[in-house]
């Protein structure tokens, strides 16, 4: 309901404060460090709830006095970008920087250590300390609007060859990171 609101425009600044609940609430259901890694829902609640759903909108035809103000729209993208930055630095620590172990792991499964097959001495311990590093920079770039552009084009590298991977699970994983970063640039 809250995502057909959300494309539709109906109610969207309502549903959008809905979409925060929501998400508050997956803090007792799933914990902490999960809906901290998915703080990028609340970005796009604040961006929602700031900007509402645009000129095309059910809710700008019906109800043009629920148009919000020029001072809320301008919160808007930098909300936005907070909430996505945070949730990328969240990713670099919890997946690799802090957990090193488990992303080797994973690399086990997936070998993706492209500089191990081009004969460079990197360790898998090493590499997922780089892409934490890297994942960890571009998170920062994000939340704080420096290099954005150029951060945008560099972080579609990864996030594309990812696709080939993991396939449509992980399209449907990043396809709000892709909206985010698509506006940002």
């Not at 494309?7 to 902490?32: C, E, I, P």
């Not at 919000?68 to 907070?82: E, G, I, K, Q, T």
Request: proline share 5%; aromatic share 12%; glycine share 10%.
């Amino acid at each position: 309901g809250v995502m057909l609101a959300l494309v539709y425009g109906s109610a969207t600044r309502l549903f959008a404060l809905l979409l925060a609940l929501m998400w508050g609430a997956g803090l007792f259901v799933v914990g902490l460090e999960e809906m901290l890694e998915a703080t990028h829902i609340l970005g796009f609640s604040a961006f929602f709830l700031c900007a509402g759903r645009g000129p095309l909108a059910v809710d700008r035809a019906l109800f043009p006095k629920w148009e919000p103000s020029a001072r809320l729209v301008r919160r808007a993208v930098p909300l936005l970008r907070v909430g996505v930055g945070v949730s990328l630095v969240v990713v670099a620590f919890t997946e690799k920087l802090l957990n090193v172990p488990m992303a080797v792991d994973f690399l086990g499964n997936y070998p993706m250590n492209i500089f191990a097959a081009l004969g460079l001495p990197l360790t898998d311990a090493q590499f997922v300390l780089m892409v934490g590093a890297v994942e960890l920079l571009i998170g920062l770039c994000v939340l704080s609007g420096v290099f954005l552009r150029d951060i945008i084009v560099i972080t579609w590298i990864p996030f594309n060859l990812t696709l080939g991977i993991f396939g449509p699970e992980e399209l449907i994983g990043h396809l709000p990171f892709y909206g985010a970063m698509a506006l940002f640039f």
